[in-house]
């Protein structure tokens, strides 16, 4: 996890595109990328990239989407959230009722104010992502492999 440790400077200004969102789109993942269309920002989807132009695309977009499948089922954040936070790319989630350890380090907004909000967010980019790099940096900092614990396991096992 070398990426971990990468230095998180991106100029805003290489970044053409306001929202970006892979995955399926169902009915109400089409309704929220719609409405952030019409608002007036840039939106970008993809059902799959593979890695090098899934990394290219994050790189050009100031946000990535992490929505719900369907509007009446609220799970946890999952893959996108982690492979985000992996790999240093500023995520924003609709808020879901289910909570796991990954709704901590990251930016969890509300579904019925999604629109306003994700426009608050483009708006006050760079306000967002200090924000977005402290809860970075909290994850990487509590990341299993900063644990004092597992640093030790492992350092026995390979001085063994």
């Not at 500023?90 to 709704?103: G, Q, R, T, W």
Request: with cysteine; aromatic share 12%.
């Amino acid at each position: 996890f070398v990426h971990l440790n990468k230095k998180i400077e991106k100029n805003i200004f290489n970044k053409d595109i306001d929202c970006l969102f892979t995955g399926q789109l169902t009915r109400h993942r089409k309704k929220m990328l719609d409405s952030l269309t019409k608002s007036g920002l840039i939106v970008q989807h993809f059902d799959y990239l593979n890695e090098n132009d899934r990394r290219k695309l994050h790189e050009r977009s100031k946000i990535y989407l992490d929505l719900k499948k369907f509007s009446k089922i609220s799970v946890p954040v999952g893959t996108r959230a982690w492979y985000c936070l992996e790999n240093g790319f500023f995520i924003v989630n609709e808020d879901a009722h289910f909570k796991n350890s990954l709704y901590k380090y990251t930016m969890n907004v509300p579904t019925n104010e999604f629109v306003s909000k994700i426009k608050e967010i483009i708006n006050n980019y760079e306000y967002y992502e200090e924000i977005f790099k402290k809860k970075l940096n909290e994850y990487k900092n509590d990341n299993i492999h900063n644990n004092a614990h597992i640093k030790k396991i492992i350092k026995a096992i390979l001085s063994s």
